[in-house]
């Protein structure tokens, strides 16, 4: 788990791997890595398995297949979590790619590092 700042002593985070506390911002892409998504959740594997079960049928993220984890920060705080989206969302494509590249430059799924199976 990647986060940012100091990361929680196990009495500030009740549950670490399930990321309960705090929020996250991911982005996810398709198979072919064509089209990026930018998004923010307090729990990244609920919005993960929501995202790969098409919960939301009419979604962005339904509509274009975007299901790969490419890229996550985790924020101690949901608020922290929020401004950093907009940052990102705010950026051209070429800053999102160099921002996965950054540490993730063979654009694997990071979803098993955040506890979500197939």
């Given at each position: 788990m990647?986060?940012?700042?100091?990361?929680?002593?196990?009495?500030?985070?009740?549950?670490?791997?399930?990321m309960?506390?705090?929020?996250?911002?991911?982005?996810?892409?398709?198979?072919?890595?064509?089209?990026?998504?930018?998004?923010?959740?307090?729990?990244?594997?609920?919005?993960?398995?929501?995202?790969?079960?098409?919960?939301?049928?009419?979604?962005?993220?339904?509509k274009?297949?975007?299901?790969?984890?490419?890229?996550?920060?985790?924020?101690?705080?949901?608020e922290?979590?929020?401004?950093?989206?907009?940052?990102?969302k705010?950026?051209?494509?070429?800053?999102?790619?160099?921002?996965?590249?950054?540490?993730?430059?063979?654009?694997?799924?990071?979803?098993?590092?955040?506890?979500?199976?197939?």
């Amino acid at each position: 788990m990647r986060w940012l700042g100091k990361k929680p002593r196990n009495d500030e985070a009740d549950n670490y791997n399930e990321m309960v506390i705090g929020g996250a911002i991911y982005i996810l892409t398709n198979k072919g890595n064509t089209t990026l998504y930018t998004g923010v959740t307090s729990n990244l594997v609920s919005r993960l398995y929501k995202h790969r079960n098409g919960t939301y049928k009419k979604s962005f993220t339904s509509k274009y297949r975007l299901t790969k984890l490419v890229y996550y920060e985790v924020f101690l705080r949901i608020e922290d979590a929020i401004a950093r989206e907009k940052q990102i969302k705010g950026g051209s494509r070429l800053k999102k790619e160099n921002l996965i590249l950054s540490i993730n430059p063979n654009w694997y799924d990071l979803s098993k590092e955040v506890g979500v199976e197939e």
